[in-house]
């Protein structure tokens, strides 16, 4: 019995102890359940939390960048910002523009044509009646696809408080599936969801859309719910449906009650199955130390896996949750901890020093005074702070952190938070601002304008860039499409409209460059790059863009085009220069070889045939002939050089024409006559101030140019009269005439008219060049006219006539050579061409002189070291020692009678500056190369007599060569001596 009794006790006492062990396991099981419920509810908490923030974070961004902006934005700018700032973000179901009369005027995703006015709605009223209204949370809307949205919306206003935008963002609130799917299952079946304070069911996992909207169990409570932070309660959904356990927690600023709960059923189902095995313990001792060694067992298990369910939560929610003691400091924080901050437990203090001990030492104080100051507060606002944290491996990230005070049973406060990583929301906002200030700062710097055109209303937009383009002061309104039609420029207006026009119609992008007149600039070239946005409908809603002024780079391209232009016409004038001087070089040869062949055949003729006097007059007087015609095409082309030198000098003087215009004629009657032409002179006796010698060359270049283009039987035709102040002088000839589309080019060097065969005519084309240029360097002008081939031609000399003078009697060059003779006079000729030589030293003995000849300027001193000779005779250009070397060793030598020499350079080398530099190494005299024998002569004559030597100047007889008695062309200062 005894036994049996102790049987009996420790049976009863088995019994007393399972059944209160039974009943804590319940509680227990009931308590595991709550606190994985609270632990879902806060990471529940901070993720809704977290989404409302953000996106107020993204309203207050939108309205700072609208406020800092000067004048107003078009609703093409407001729609861009808007779909800015919402890219990635789809939480947002769409930020609205509305203007002060609630009229939607913008949308992040472009469609608000079908939003109701909002004038009326309570957000509207409310930023209207409060100044200074912040942020402002609506009622819940459902749309028809049952997911509810929270409207939030916050005010823009001008400097005088009034107005001036609201922007409205709508937030999802299904969004808790991927917040669901991510958490650990605890095994049981758990409900999620979203409940406002009026009690309505706005969100839920498992999602029942005919429950969305109704009221739920917690609505019924939440005057007594709302009154703590968070909290957990039983109840039933429905009178027939099993009870609930669930945790809560209320956000007061959003209007919002979040819940986790599991059905009481499911979470005792466990504690059933271990209760009936207890019962069925107690028939055995052993039994029941193995149902009480497990039921320890699964206590421990059951708290592991309660703190492993918290954590699960926390790393789904990618949340650090934490327990502040406000008063000692004491911290405990999750496991996410490590992963947020790369320090393993025990590494930080669990304290709240230790937990400053790794925020960035710049926002140290920021989360110091908010944690501390929850000791104190009685807000049942949440406590928010954003801080940057240094993890252990030197990174910095940005965390934000919030936390709600709580008490326990004994009334201890703490604080209850959540840390999680916000570093690339951070990083995405600062995108936001840097790409704000980059498309600000963009236009600046692109001097551009904004604009937009609402296709409904014809309203337009423009920023104040638009304004300074086209000359606008932003004060006025801007012009509506018609207007801004108006200020391009009729040349470009139909082609830009036409542009335009097509791209709303393809509903593509279009760029035009057009011209307008601006007030102030003048005309500008403007570059407009835009588009048209569609409506719900697929229809032009509105067209917005950008311009620019391309005034600078269309100048640019014309100055470009312009220098082609320029490039391409030099290249041709090259190209035809080039040809011109080729054709030059042609005829130069062609002139110098006619009359070369005929003096070398000639010269051939009187070596190889019997000297019959005829036939050595005929000789003689071809070779004269063909000579003289090389030195006219000498003559010519120097002065030709001299015109473009601006070398050529006049020697001005009061003469009668008549006297100058018969010595012309009778100059040229032998060639007339040649050709069976009839040349008739009969000038009248005007007096007119000239160059005799260069009006001369004027008549003889009009004369030979008449009688070599007219056929034999023809005429020329010399008169003169008087025309108010001034003599005209023409030539009229019979010949082949000028086509009249030549006549403009006929004064100009090197031309010719020409024709489809050959050349009939020779000559360089310089005479009326040189002609022209004499007769406007005497102060007056020529011109030639006719009418067409074979009609002849008319030349016509105009000069002024002189005042009443002495009129000085006209002669050749060489009539004013006197007779002279060189009867006693040495003459020392230094040459290296040995024909030149011998011509010279011929002509000079002819008249009486004593020549000898030198090759060099070394035989030269040989010869005057053996006999000074009374004029020395010198070629400048000679091999190896020139004329300037002689010279130099003659005034130079030791010997006074040979420094005194009188010397004469005569070399080819007869430009102006060859003369002064001949005179200035100091020779007497400089002739140039062809010289006239006479010339020559009465140079030598003169020297020998002015220094004193033999020889007769001017006054003796001379022999009179037909060159000098018939004249011949004129050397421009070839001949002319200069004394030293």
Same mark, same amino acid.
């Given at each position: 019995m005894l036994i049996v009794a102790a049987a009996s006790i420790f049976i009863i006492v088995e019994a007393v102890l399972a059944s209160r062990d039974i009943a804590e396991d319940k509680a227990q099981t009931i308590e595991t359940a709550y606190a994985h419920n609270e632990a879902v509810a806060l990471a529940l908490n901070a993720h809704v939390t977290a989404l409302f923030e953000m996106a107020d974070g993204v309203l207050q961004q939108l309205a700072a960048h609208v406020a800092e902006h000067h004048g107003p934005l078009t609703d093409g700018e407001l729609t861009s910002l808007l779909a800015l700032h919402t890219r990635g973000l789809p939480m947002l179901r769409g930020v609205l523009a509305v203007n002060p009369d609630?009229?939607?005027?913008?949308?992040?995703?472009?469609?608000? %044509?079908?939003?109701?006015?909002?004038?009326?709605?309570?957000?509207?009223?409310?930023?209207?009646?409060?100044?200074?209204?912040?942020?402002?949370?609506?009622?819940?809307?459902?749309?028809?696809?049952g997911v509810w949205l929270l409207p939030m919306s916050r005010a823009v206003r001008q400097a005088d408080g009034s107005l001036r935008l609201l922007l409205v963002a709508t937030v999802a609130l299904d969004d808790f599936r991927a917040f669901y799917d991510a958490r650990p299952s605890p095994g049981i079946a758990m409900e999620l969801g979203l409940v406002d304070d009026a009690g309505r069911h706005l969100a839920g996992v498992p999602f029942v859309p005919a429950a969305m909207g109704a009221a739920h169990p917690l609505g019924t409570r939440l005057d007594q719910l709302a009154q703590t932070s968070y909290g957990r309660i039983a109840l039933r959904p429905g009178a027939r449906e099993a009870e609930r356990l669930y945790a809560y927690?209320?956000?007061?600023?959003?209007?919002?009650?979040?819940?986790?709960?599991?059905?009481?059923?499911?979470?005792?189902?466990?504690?059933?199955?271990?209760?009936?095995?207890?019962?069925?313990?107690?028939? %055995?001792?052993?039994?029941?130390?193995?149902?009480?060694?497990?039921?320890?067992?699964?206590?421990? +298990?059951?708290?592991?896996?309660?703190?492993?369910?918290?954590?699960?939560?926390?790393?789904?929610?990618?949340?650090? $949750?934490?327990?502040?003691? $406000?008063?000692?400091?004491?911290?405990?924080?999750?496991?996410?901890? !490590?992963?947020?901050? %790369?320090?393993?437990?025990?590494?930080?203090?669990?304290?709240?020093?230790?937990?400053l001990s790794v925020v960035h030492p710049e926002d140290v104080e920021a989360v110091r005074t908010a944690m501390q100051g929850l000791a104190t507060s009685t807000s049942t606002e949440p406590m928010y702070v954003e801080f940057r944290l240094r993890r252990k491996d030197g990174e910095e990230r940005w965390m934000e952190c919030s936390a709600h005070v709580l008490q326990d049973r004994n009334g201890v406060r703490k604080a209850v938070g959540s840390m999680r990583d916000i570093s690339q929301r951070k990083q995405v906002e600062l995108s936001l601002r840097d790409n704000a200030r980059m498309l600000a700062l963009a236009q600046r710097a692109a001097d551009a304008g904004v604009w937009s055109i609402d296709f409904g209303t014809g309203e337009t937009h423009w920023s104040e860039g638009c304004y300074r383009l086209h000359g606008f002061s932003p004060v006025e309104p801007p012009p509506g499409i018609e207007s801004w039609r108006e200020l391009i420029l009729e040349p470009d207006r139909e082609r830009a409209m036409r542009i335009i026009e097509e791209s709303i119609a393809q509903h593509s992008e279009f760029s035009v460059e057009y011209r307008i007149l601006h007030p102030d600039k003048g005309v500008r070239w403007l570059w407009t790059l835009g588009n048209a946005v569609e409506d719900a409908r697929g229809q032009p809603q509105h067209m917005a863009g950008i311009t620019l002024d391309i005034t600078a780079r269309k100048e640019a391209e014309e100055e470009r085009q312009a220098l082609l232009a320029r490039e391409r016409e030099a290249r041709a004038e090259a190209e035809r220069a080039s040809r011109a001087k080729e054709e030059f070089l042609a005829t130069i040869s062609h002139e110098l070889r006619t009359p070369l062949n005929a003096i070398l055949g000639w010269a051939h003729v009187l070596r190889s045939r019997d000297k019959e006097p005829e036939l050595v007059e005929r000789s003689i007087d071809a070779i004269e002939r063909n000579a003289l015609a090389q030195a006219q095409l000498i003559a010519d082309l120097l002065d030709i050089s001299r015109i473009e030198a601006g070398t050529l000098r006049l020697d001005l003087e009061v003469v009668s024409i008549k006297p100058i215009l018969e010595a012309a004629a009778n100059t040229m009657l032998p060639i007339a006559e040649s050709k069976g032409v009839w040349l008739h002179c009969r000038p009248l006796p005007f007096e007119v101030r000239a160059d005799p010698a260069r009006l001369q060359q004027v008549m003889w270049n009009l004369l030979s140019n008449a009688i070599k283009f007219t056929p034999k039987g023809g005429a020329v035709d010399v008169s003169t009269r008087r025309v108010g102040n001034e003599v005209e002088i023409?030539?009229?000839?019979?010949?082949?005439?000028?086509?009249?589309?030549?006549?403009?080019?006929?004064?100009? !060097?090197?031309?010719?008219? !020409?024709?489809?065969?050959?050349?009939?005519? +020779?000559?360089?084309?310089?005479?009326?060049?040189?002609?022209?240029h004499l007769v406007e360097t005497h102060g007056g002008r020529v011109a030639v006219d006719s009418e067409g081939e074979g009609c002849g031609t008319v030349a016509t000399v105009c000069l002024p006539l002189a005042e009443p003078a002495r009129v000085a009697e006209p002669h050749h060059e060489y009539d004013r050579l006197p007779p002279v003779s060189l009867q006693g006079v040495s003459v020392l000729l230094v040459d290296d061409d040995a024909d030149s030589r011998e011509v010279e030293a011929l002509v000079m003995a002819g008249y009486g002189a004593e020549v000898r000849g030198a090759r060099s300027v070394d035989e030269a001193c040989t010869l005057l070291r053996k006999q000074v000779p009374d004029v020395l005779v010198a070629d400048l250009s000679m091999p190896e020692k020139d004329g300037f070397d002689l010279i130099r060793r003659i005034r130079q030598d030791e010997d006074a009678c040979v420094r005194a020499l009188p010397a004469i350079a005569l070399s080819a080398l007869a430009s102006a500056e060859d003369r002064t530099r001949a005179i200035v190494s100091g020779f007497d005299l400089h002739l140039s190369k062809p010289v006239e024998p006479p010339a020559l002569v009465e140079a030598v004559a003169r020297l020998a007599a002015r220094y004193g030597n033999q020889g007769t100047p001017p006054g003796g007889a001379v022999p009179q060569s037909k060159t000098v008695t018939e004249g011949g062309p004129y050397l421009p200062s070839d001949s002319d001596a200069s004394g030293r």
């Amino acid at each position: 019995m005894l036994i049996v009794a102790a049987a009996s006790i420790f049976i009863i006492v088995e019994a007393v102890l399972a059944s209160r062990d039974i009943a804590e396991d319940k509680a227990q099981t009931i308590e595991t359940a709550y606190a994985h419920n609270e632990a879902v509810a806060l990471a529940l908490n901070a993720h809704v939390t977290a989404l409302f923030e953000m996106a107020d974070g993204v309203l207050q961004q939108l309205a700072a960048h609208v406020a800092e902006h000067h004048g107003p934005l078009t609703d093409g700018e407001l729609t861009s910002l808007l779909a800015l700032h919402t890219r990635g973000l789809p939480m947002l179901r769409g930020v609205l523009a509305v203007n002060p009369d609630g009229v939607a005027i913008a949308s992040s995703n472009g469609v608000h %044509g079908n939003v109701p006015n909002l004038r009326e709605r309570e957000a509207m009223r409310h930023h209207l009646e409060n100044v200074r209204s912040g942020l402002h949370i609506a009622a819940p809307v459902q749309t028809r696809d049952g997911v509810w949205l929270l409207p939030m919306s916050r005010a823009v206003r001008q400097a005088d408080g009034s107005l001036r935008l609201l922007l409205v963002a709508t937030v999802a609130l299904d969004d808790f599936r991927a917040f669901y799917d991510a958490r650990p299952s605890p095994g049981i079946a758990m409900e999620l969801g979203l409940v406002d304070d009026a009690g309505r069911h706005l969100a839920g996992v498992p999602f029942v859309p005919a429950a969305m909207g109704a009221a739920h169990p917690l609505g019924t409570r939440l005057d007594q719910l709302a009154q703590t932070s968070y909290g957990r309660i039983a109840l039933r959904p429905g009178a027939r449906e099993a009870e609930r356990l669930y945790a809560y927690c209320h956000l007061d600023r959003y209007g919002v009650l979040v819940y986790a709960g599991q059905r009481t059923d499911d979470v005792l189902a466990s504690w059933r199955v271990r209760s009936g095995e207890r019962v069925r313990a107690l028939a %055995g001792l052993s039994v029941l130390l193995l149902a009480l060694a497990f039921i320890a067992a699964a206590k421990v +298990g059951r708290l592991s896996r309660s703190e492993e369910r918290l954590e699960l939560a926390a790393r789904a929610a990618d949340t650090d $949750v934490w327990e502040l003691d $406000v008063y000692s400091g004491h911290m405990w924080r999750s496991q996410q901890w !490590r992963r947020l901050s %790369g320090y393993a437990p025990g590494e930080v203090a669990s304290t709240l020093e230790g937990f400053l001990s790794v925020v960035h030492p710049e926002d140290v104080e920021a989360v110091r005074t908010a944690m501390q100051g929850l000791a104190t507060s009685t807000s049942t606002e949440p406590m928010y702070v954003e801080f940057r944290l240094r993890r252990k491996d030197g990174e910095e990230r940005w965390m934000e952190c919030s936390a709600h005070v709580l008490q326990d049973r004994n009334g201890v406060r703490k604080a209850v938070g959540s840390m999680r990583d916000i570093s690339q929301r951070k990083q995405v906002e600062l995108s936001l601002r840097d790409n704000a200030r980059m498309l600000a700062l963009a236009q600046r710097a692109a001097d551009a304008g904004v604009w937009s055109i609402d296709f409904g209303t014809g309203e337009t937009h423009w920023s104040e860039g638009c304004y300074r383009l086209h000359g606008f002061s932003p004060v006025e309104p801007p012009p509506g499409i018609e207007s801004w039609r108006e200020l391009i420029l009729e040349p470009d207006r139909e082609r830009a409209m036409r542009i335009i026009e097509e791209s709303i119609a393809q509903h593509s992008e279009f760029s035009v460059e057009y011209r307008i007149l601006h007030p102030d600039k003048g005309v500008r070239w403007l570059w407009t790059l835009g588009n048209a946005v569609e409506d719900a409908r697929g229809q032009p809603q509105h067209m917005a863009g950008i311009t620019l002024d391309i005034t600078a780079r269309k100048e640019a391209e014309e100055e470009r085009q312009a220098l082609l232009a320029r490039e391409r016409e030099a290249r041709a004038e090259a190209e035809r220069a080039s040809r011109a001087k080729e054709e030059f070089l042609a005829t130069i040869s062609h002139e110098l070889r006619t009359p070369l062949n005929a003096i070398l055949g000639w010269a051939h003729v009187l070596r190889s045939r019997d000297k019959e006097p005829e036939l050595v007059e005929r000789s003689i007087d071809a070779i004269e002939r063909n000579a003289l015609a090389q030195a006219q095409l000498i003559a010519d082309l120097l002065d030709i050089s001299r015109i473009e030198a601006g070398t050529l000098r006049l020697d001005l003087e009061v003469v009668s024409i008549k006297p100058i215009l018969e010595a012309a004629a009778n100059t040229m009657l032998p060639i007339a006559e040649s050709k069976g032409v009839w040349l008739h002179c009969r000038p009248l006796p005007f007096e007119v101030r000239a160059d005799p010698a260069r009006l001369q060359q004027v008549m003889w270049n009009l004369l030979s140019n008449a009688i070599k283009f007219t056929p034999k039987g023809g005429a020329v035709d010399v008169s003169t009269r008087r025309v108010g102040n001034e003599v005209e002088i023409q030539v009229r000839d019979t010949g082949v005439g000028i086509p009249r589309e030549f006549l403009p080019q006929l004064f100009q !060097r090197f031309s010719q008219v !020409r024709s489809d065969g050959p050349q009939i005519h +020779g000559g360089l084309g310089l005479g009326l060049a040189i002609v022209k240029h004499l007769v406007e360097t005497h102060g007056g002008r020529v011109a030639v006219d006719s009418e067409g081939e074979g009609c002849g031609t008319v030349a016509t000399v105009c000069l002024p006539l002189a005042e009443p003078a002495r009129v000085a009697e006209p002669h050749h060059e060489y009539d004013r050579l006197p007779p002279v003779s060189l009867q006693g006079v040495s003459v020392l000729l230094v040459d290296d061409d040995a024909d030149s030589r011998e011509v010279e030293a011929l002509v000079m003995a002819g008249y009486g002189a004593e020549v000898r000849g030198a090759r060099s300027v070394d035989e030269a001193c040989t010869l005057l070291r053996k006999q000074v000779p009374d004029v020395l005779v010198a070629d400048l250009s000679m091999p190896e020692k020139d004329g300037f070397d002689l010279i130099r060793r003659i005034r130079q030598d030791e010997d006074a009678c040979v420094r005194a020499l009188p010397a004469i350079a005569l070399s080819a080398l007869a430009s102006a500056e060859d003369r002064t530099r001949a005179i200035v190494s100091g020779f007497d005299l400089h002739l140039s190369k062809p010289v006239e024998p006479p010339a020559l002569v009465e140079a030598v004559a003169r020297l020998a007599a002015r220094y004193g030597n033999q020889g007769t100047p001017p006054g003796g007889a001379v022999p009179q060569s037909k060159t000098v008695t018939e004249g011949g062309p004129y050397l421009p200062s070839d001949s002319d001596a200069s004394g030293r």
